[in-house]
């Protein structure tokens, strides 16, 4: 290896200094990967996750009405088997 070396591989870059005692130093910088999360793939996510929020208010609101619906036909007396047929 000569005085001052340079190792590059695997995206990783190494210099090491033959001429210090001990461990040689080594100084390291990783290659950034390039990012997959593109503005549209955000886009598309965001979209369903709205989609599901919407879908679950929808559904908060039928079991609301769902239980004013029992509540009201358990003051008439219908919810315990007394409804008038007549």
Sequence with gaps: MDENSTMIGAGLTSQTDSKSEGAPRVMAR????????TPEKIGC????????????????????????RVTLLGERGWGHGDRDLS
Excluded at 30 to 37: L, M, S
Excluded at 47 to 62: F, N, R, S, T
């Design 30 to 37: 990783r290659v950034q990967p390039a990012p997959t999360i």
């Design 45 to 68: 996510v965001m979209a369903d996750v709205q989609a599901q929020i919407d879908g679950l208010q929808l559904y908060l609101i039928e079991l609301s009405l769902a239980k004013t």
